[in-house]
């Protein structure tokens, strides 16, 4: 069974930084198609970040972090990780990695993926 654990997460000024990872545990990543960060703010909806397709190596962001965030991978130690740099008082939100095995079609759907990890809490002040 797949597991996703998330890290990294924590509170910093507006203008920071932050590193977020997702380890993979009962599988490698190399099996999944595609991986994606979703994050969910206090009485919003959980909104698609970024995402990566494993056979090609793509990313794919949403407008509003584009330029800021990077997804990237880490083979050997099995993980994701979500760079997050220029963050913003609105970036706060528990973010959440997600992995679906099988070929889908939307990365910013949530129905398609069947693997999440419990998410971890990114605070931004102003």
């Known amino acids: 069974q797949v597991q996703l654990v998330e890290s990294g997460g924590g509170s910093v000024q507006a203008g920071g930084s932050l590193r977020l990872s997702c380890a993979f545990s009962?599988?490698?990543?190399?099996?999944?198609?595609?991986t994606a960060w979703f994050r969910q703010a206090p009485g919003k909806e959980r909104e698609a970040v970024a995402a990566?397709?494993?056979?090609?190596?793509?990313?794919v962001y949403a407008d509003s972090v584009k330029g800021r965030f990077a997804i990237s991978v880490d083979n050997a130690k099995n993980t994701v990780s979500l760079q997050m740099n220029s963050l913003k008082p609105e970036d706060t939100a528990i973010y959440y990695c997600?992995?679906?095995?099988?070929?889908?079609?939307?990365?910013?759907?949530?129905?398609?993926?069947?693997?999440w990890g419990r998410g971890t809490q990114v605070t931004v002040s102003s």
């Open positions: 997600a992995a679906r095995m099988r070929v889908g079609l939307s990365w910013i759907s949530e129905s398609e993926y069947n693997n």
């Open positions: 009962g599988t490698t990543y190399s099996t999944t198609y595609r």
């Open positions: 990566v397709y494993t056979r090609s190596g793509g990313t």
